[in-house]
């Protein structure tokens, strides 16, 4: 079954520091793969996706991410963090015809100033 | 409209009372998805429209949970006999049809007590 995994429960990064989230993920197919973010009471925002091609795959506010099929991992990374990129971090993974997305736990992203 | 629109933005019910969740997608977008996010939990999926079919409900968690889409528009999910496992925000989400690019409405956060 097709699952994601977000190792980190939490993080805490200095502003300024650079920034790794984790995420490994179990697809039988060539993955989907989609980092979301989600700030207090806003809706979730994507963030960058990977189809094929480049597996380093840029996205908004600065952020990238890494496909690595042996390692089934994508994970995000920025690097020099802004106060404003404290949110919750999510990962998911595209299944099945109807596109509906297989999600992360999440990561809690906290920025000490 | 320009986003996609939820509505109540918090719901309380007292248990055991019916609610209603509704979702206005984007114009156009054929696809619609409606997921649970649990308090510190990931989203789940929980149904899947293209227009106003129903293509996959598996994901709903018990009978008590129903949704339809009758013009192919706005669509509503209601929860019957809420019990408090119910509590949660539900998350609204709309796409072209066969498209990952999702747009996440803000959700409606559901409080049973």
């Known amino acids: 079954a097709q699952s994601v995994t977000q190792p980190d429960i939490h993080i805490t990064v200095s502003e300024g520091a650079s920034l790794e989230l984790r995420c490994n993920y179990s697809?039988?197919?060539?993955?989907?793969l989609f980092w979301y973010v989600q700030s207090p009471g806003q809706g979730l925002q994507l963030l960058l996706k990977y189809f094929s091609g480049d597996t380093l795959v840029q996205g908004i506010k600065g952020f990238e991410a890494e496909f690595k099929r042996s390692q089934s991992s994508f994970n995000l990374r920025k690097p020099s963090v802004h106060w404003s990129d404290a949110a919750e971090y999510f990962c998911a993974v595209g299944a099945g015809n109807n596109r509906k997305l297989i999600w992360g736990l999440g990561t809690s992203l906290a920025v000490n100033p | 409209g320009a986003g996609v629109s939820q509505s109540p933005r918090y719901k309380v019910a007292k248990r055991g009372q019916d609610v209603a969740l509704r979702c206005d997608p984007i114009s156009g977008h054929v696809s619609l998805f409606w997921y649970q996010q649990a308090l510190g939990q990931g989203p789940e999926f929980l149904t899947y429209f293209q227009n106003e079919a129903q293509l996959d409900k598996s994901g709903l968690p018990s009978d008590r949970f129903f949704a339809e889409r009758p013009e192919g528009s706005v669509s509503t999910l209601k929860i019957q006999r809420t019990q408090q496992e119910d509590s949660a925000v539900y998350l609204c989400?709309?796409?072209?049809?066969?498209?990952?690019?999702?747009?996440f409405g803000s959700g409606t956060r559901l409080t049973v007590v």
């Open positions: 989400a709309s796409s072209y049809l066969g498209d990952y690019g999702y747009t």
């Open positions: 697809y039988g197919a060539t993955p989907y």
